[in-house]
């Protein structure tokens, strides 16, 4: 099985250690007020996780999950990244973040933010448009007829091909989005972000399951903001 080093271990770093756990994989937690912060949910996680630095982690890691505001790109380890695939689950509020001109006019996305930033690895977008609770809550055997599928987006066939097996092994098919440039379809405010796994937009403890066929519809419908 595979080890995934996570920087960041919030709500969404949280879920993918717990199902990853689930799935037999090891997980090397790490967020950026130090391992000891880490304690509690190591303790849940049992024998096959431990937290450590984010450069530990990241040095760690078969596969690596980068979740934490975007604010902090510039502060993920690169040197301990290189040659690794590197999922990035980063979204872009700038009422948190601050303001990124090249966001603002949509001349690049977070994910190629982040890829410029980790030269040496092979980054891809996922994880990012579904709600932390919906994606404890969804996923299902491979084959299962209420399987969801969760969009990606990169430039390397093979880190997107690795990132669509872990995925699979934690209860959810993928959709193929294309390269990094695209990640936009699927970013905040758009029709293929978190509203869709919700089964009301209103009650969000309700999740709703996704085929391949209606993430797709979503994503063809999706609109940048200046389109909105």
Do not use: C
Not at 16 to 24: D, E, I, P, S
Not at 192 to 202: E, G, I, K, N, V
């Amino acid at each position: 099985m595979t080890t995934v080093g996570l920087i960041g271990s919030g709500n969404i770093g949280g879920t993918v250690a717990r199902l990853a756990v689930a799935a037999g994989h090891d997980v090397v937690l790490s967020n950026s007020r130090g391992p000891e912060t880490l304690k509690e949910l190591v303790d849940e996680l049992g024998p096959r996780a431990r937290a450590a630095t984010p450069a530990e982690a990241a040095a760690a890691g078969d596969l690596v999950v980068v979740t934490i505001p975007l604010l902090a790109y510039r502060q993920v380890p690169a040197e301990p990244l290189a040659g690794k695939v590197v999922i990035d689950t980063g979204n872009y509020y700038p009422e948190r973040d601050g303001r990124f001109p090249e966001l603002d006019d949509e001349s690049t996305t977070t994910s190629e933010l982040l890829q410029r930033h980790l030269p040496g690895s092979r980054v891809v977008k996922g994880l990012n448009n579904i709600y932390f609770k919906h994606l404890l809550a969804l996923g299902r055997p491979s084959g299962a007829a209420d399987r969801t599928a969760l969009p990606i987006a990169g430039d390397d066939a093979a880190a997107k091909r690795s990132v669509s097996a872990f995925l699979d092994s934690l209860g959810y098919d993928t959709v193929d989005v294309g390269p990094l440039a695209e990640g936009w379809r699927y970013q905040r405010d758009t029709s293929a972000y978190a509203a869709l796994y919700a089964a009301d937009p209103a009650d969000w403890e309700r999740p709703a399951p996704v085929d391949a066929a209606t993430l797709r519809a979503a994503l063809a419908a999706a609109r940048r903001y200046a389109d909105s």
